[in-house]
Each structure stands twice: as C-alpha cells, then as structure tokens.
C-alpha cells in the first residue's frame, strides 16, 4: 500500500474513532431529550442553546466527583474494569463501511477503517470481550451483590449472543461472505436496490434486533443495571468517571449495534435511485465518472448514518415505551423462543436458496463495486 | 519479524504469568492474553479466520466460563492446600523430563521449508478453509460435529431436572 494511502486511511480510522465518541456523547443529550418528547416534558434546555452543552456538563460533573474505592477491592482490576469495556466498545466500530470510496486521481480512500474478510466475526469477537469488562468490575469491587450483578449481565449476554450468531448464519448463507464491506455492496446489484436484505431475512432481522437490545443492556433487557428491583449491578460500587465509562460504552455498544444492523439488513451506503442519480450526473452534467463516484459515496455515508439515526432513536423509543422483563422470562425468551426460531430461520434460508427463491450473488457486479456503470 | 518477536515475548510472558500468578483470577486473565497472542500470531501466518474464531470460542466463550467458576469459588492462599514435599519434588522432576523429552526432540529439527513460487499466500482465508473442509475433510468435519453434538446432549441429559427432584 502506497504511503499516502496509508495516510489517508489513518485519517479515516481517526474519523471513524470520533464520530463514535461524539455521536455517544450526543446520545446521552438525546436520550433526555426524546424522553422529554415522550413524557410530554420539556427537558434539558439549560445548558447553551436547546441544552446543547448538557453533555458537557455531566461529563464535569462526572470528573468533579468523589472517587471512591471499596475496601478490600482489587484496585488494579478494579481500574482495568471500565477501561476494558470502554476499548472493546470502541474496537468493533474499526471494521464498519461508512461509505463507498472516494477517488482523487489515483488515490483511493476507503470510508472505512478498515477492511478485513472476516469482518464480522471480528465484530463478533469483540463483542464477546464486551463480557470481560463487565464481570472484572464486578469481581474487583470486592462486593457479593456487584459479583451477582456481574454473573446476571454475563449469562444474559452470552445466552443472546448464540441467538444473534444463528441469526446471522441466515444472512451469510445468502451472501456467502463475512467481509461487511461486501455485504453492503450486495444489496445494491444495479436495478435491484429494493434487494436489501431485509426482504429476504425478515424473520432474522427481528431476532437480530432482540438480541442486539439484550447485548447492548438496553431496555426492556436493562436487567443488568437496574436498580430499583435488583442492586444496581456490576457497577454499584463504582462512582465518578469510572461508572461513567461503563455507562458512554453502552452508548456506542448502541450506535455499533445500530451501524451493524443498517449494514446486514437495510443495505449500510446503498440509497434507492443511486444509479439512476450517478448516470444522470454523468451524462446530463457532464462530470468524470469519478467526481460522480464521489458524490454518490458522500450521499450515500450520509444516508447510512440517517439510517443508523434512526435505529439509535428506536432505541430510546422502546426504552421509554416498554418494561423490563423478569429475568426468568428473559432467559425463556432467549433459549426457547429465539434460538428455535433462528435455527428454523437457518433451515428456511436454505429451502429458500435450494429452490432458487433467493437468487444468487452476481460476482461480477462485487468485483468492481462501482455506482457508475 | 520484530513483530513476531514481541509477540513471542508477550506470550511467553503472559504463558509464565499463568503459572506464576498467586490469585486464580490473574491466572486467568493472563490466560486470556495468552490466547491473544496466539490469534496474533495466526494472523502474521494470514490466517484471519483462525484468529477470529480463537478469539470467539476460546476467549469469547470458555474463558468466560472459567473466569465465572474461579470467581465463584473464591480461591486465595488461605483456602489452597497445602501440598506435602513428596508430592512438590515428584511433581518438578516429572516436569523437568517432559522438557526433557521435548528439548531432545525438537533441538535439530529443521523448518520444513517452502517454495516462495508455488506457496498459496491465501491458504489460510475463509473461503479456501470452508472449501478445503466441506471437500476434502468432510467426513472428519462431520464426524467433529457429532462429538460436539454428543456432548451437548448429554450437558443437557446432566443437567436436567428429574421428575420429583427439588433444587430450591
């Protein structure tokens, strides 16, 4: 790889590491404020202009904060905790295509960090490590209700984990890929953009998105961190910055899931009409095939985030709309409801894709991967 | 192979840090490190889809599983037993053998060696691997996944509930 492309893409993994701490910044802000919307409340509206600077504050208010120390606690590992759950949040964001590439004569800038073959077992992966920090913190507080809390979060992640990988094994039945990046480029074989995969795995989707709001902690699978009905959890002993880390992880555990469920189902950087947009570009206007290229790569990085905008509002919509459950329903959901369901959604694909319902990848279209024909 | 060799290094000291660990719990983690290295490893051999599953099986799913039984179990110095001398001595010497045994056979051993023009640098991806094992190893795959299947369903046979047995 050329030097300067090497430049480019650190540039773009920089990026990459931004937009995820800012949109989890913003996520929290938002949060407030869609419950606001919810509760027919006003919300934070203090802090600068619509309370645009209430991010801002709580993280002063975080860092201003006793730090406290249980006694007897491992405080090695009772630091490494929340910074372990912080870095695996982080990670998984490094193989998500954001966008097509842009091209500057010869150069070639990939909108994505980078790009591997396995992309999604790296996703995978990472999200398993997700568990270490959890039950670190849990175990280093030197407190038997954080050790029970940490035990809760960990079975529950790891019993929806299996759901969400038979989930998947549907859509890489179909693709027969594990790269995201080609993927994405597979629901957008040229006149076929309705093709997303969500047509095709619906019954998939859903469990996927079952099983992303369990991984992610988030309501109405909060069970590890709910702390009116159980002791808080894995962090009821931690305090300041260090709760405040594990709480910002949820948020990008949020906007990862949410990246990864707009790249597997609803077509990640695709937008309908992207080639009727690029061949109207180029003809009508007269622009180079590549300035063309560019435009639609722009377009359609800003369309894949308004879609995970979108998943990141569901998020919170179902958070404020919804109970949790008992943590013996939530176990039956996951191990007799949605690993079934998903083993069956495996053998549907199958039936599916022998009787040639689901037609087959046209390779020649992933080798390129041009908007422009 | 600098990069190799820090690697070498890292793993070695994490492999020691195992054993050498007072609390159990260290002991585990270092374990963790340990596998990490190895998928590093796998992936300076362009193995990418080994890396990735020995990230998810083993520090993804069995560490997990030993890390809930050690925490559990609240080992620590007081609660170990104490080992009689007989048994410390016999266990180092048989340690020291294997060794041994292993220097001996490995301390002239040549790398097999292999030819820059003919070697398949995409050996180790994902769709040459799948190929590989649904063709040519397909009955040993196969074979695999009913011991696999085996032991699930007896985990599950153990650990289910018998009728008119009480756990709580």
Redesign the interface.
């Known amino acids: 790889m050329a030097l300067e492309t090497l430049g480019w893409q650190g540039l773009v993994i920089l990026v990459v590491f931004g937009l995820s701490l800012l949109i989890a910044t913003y996520c929290t802000y938002a949060e407030r404020v869609i419950a606001a919307f919810l509760q027919d409340r006003v919300g934070p509206d203090r802090a600068g202009p619509y309370g645009l600077a209430q991010p801002l504050a709580d993280a002063v208010k975080m860092f201003t904060k006793e730090e406290f120390f249980p006694g007897g606690a ?1 405080k090695a ?1 009772f630091i490494f905790g929340p910074c372990l759950a912080m870095v695996t949040a982080l990670m998984s964001s490094a193989v998500i295509p954001f966008g097509n590439f842009l091209k500057f004569g010869t150069t070639v800038v990939m909108l994505q960090g980078i790009e ?3 992309g999604m ?2 996703v ?2 990472v999200v ?2 997700g ?2 920090g959890i ?2 913190g849990g ?1 280093a507080s030197n407190n038997k209700f954080s ?1 029970l809390g ?2 809760r979060a ?1 079975s529950q992640n ?1 019993s929806y984990e299996l759901a969400m990988g038979l989930a998947l094994i549907a859509v890489l039945m179909m693709s ?3 790269s995201l990046r080609e993927i994405t480029l597979q629901q957008s074989v040229p006149g076929e953009w309705h093709f997303w995969n969500i047509v095709k795995q619906p019954l998939g989707f859903i469990i996927f998105l079952v099983c992303a709001f369990a991984e992610t902690n988030r309501t109405p699978f909060d069970l590890p961190e709910c702390e009116t009905e159980l002791v808080g959890g894995y962090h009821t002993e931690y305090s300041s910055m260090k709760l405040g880390l594990y709480l910002f992880a949820e948020y990008i555990n949020v906007f990862v899931a949410s990246a990864v469920m707009s790249v597997l189902y609803f077509g990640g950087f695709n937008f309908p009409f992207q080639y009727e947009l690029s061949e109207w570009l180029h003809t009508s206007r007269g622009m180079s095939v590549d300035a063309a290229q560019n435009i639609i790569s722009i377009l359609g990085a800003v369309g894949f985030f308004l879609k995970i905008f979108a998943f990141i509002f569901f998020f919170m919509w179902v958070r404020w709309t919804l109970p949790r459950f008992r943590y013996d329903q939530l176990m039956r959901l996951g191990w007799t409801i949605l690993i079934p369901l998903a083993i069956f959604n495996i053998l549907l694909t199958g039936g599916l894709i022998f009787t040639g319902v689901i037609p087959e990848v046209k390779q020649w279209w992933l080798a390129s991967g041009m908007a422009v024909r | 192979m600098s990069l190799f060799l820090f690697l070498c290094f890292v793993a070695l000291l994490s492999a020691l840090g195992v054993v050498l660990a007072k ?1 159990p ?1 260290h002991s585990v ?1 270092f374990l ?1 490190l340990t596998f990490f290295t190895l998928s590093a490893h796998y992936l300076l051999l362009n193995a ?2 080994l ?3 020995n ?2 099986v083993y ?3 069995i560490m ?1 599983l030993f ?2 039984v050690i ?2 179990l609240n080992l620590n110095e007081d609660t170990e037993p104490h080992k009689p001398a007989l048994a410390q001595i016999s266990a180092a010497i048989a340690g020291g053998l294997l060794l041994l045994v292993m220097v001996a056979a490995l301390h002239n051993v040549q790398p097999a060696g292999y030819n820059a023009d003919t070697f398949d640098s995409q050996v180790g ?3 040459r691997l799948g190929l590989v094992l649904f063709k040519e190893y397909s009955l040993p795959f196969e074979l695999a996944s009913i011991l696999l299947l085996t032991a699930l369903v007896g985990s599950v046979m153990l650990g289910k509930r018998e009728t008119g047995e009480r756990n709580f």
């Open positions: 491992n590992l591997i073959n396995v077992l790296y995978f992966g398993a490590l568990v270490y039950m670190i175990w050790l940490a035990i960990a790891i027969g890929t594990l | 609390n719990v983690l963790i990418q889809f890396a990735a599953v990230i998810i520090a993804g799913a997990v890390l809930f925490m559990f991806m994902v769709n």
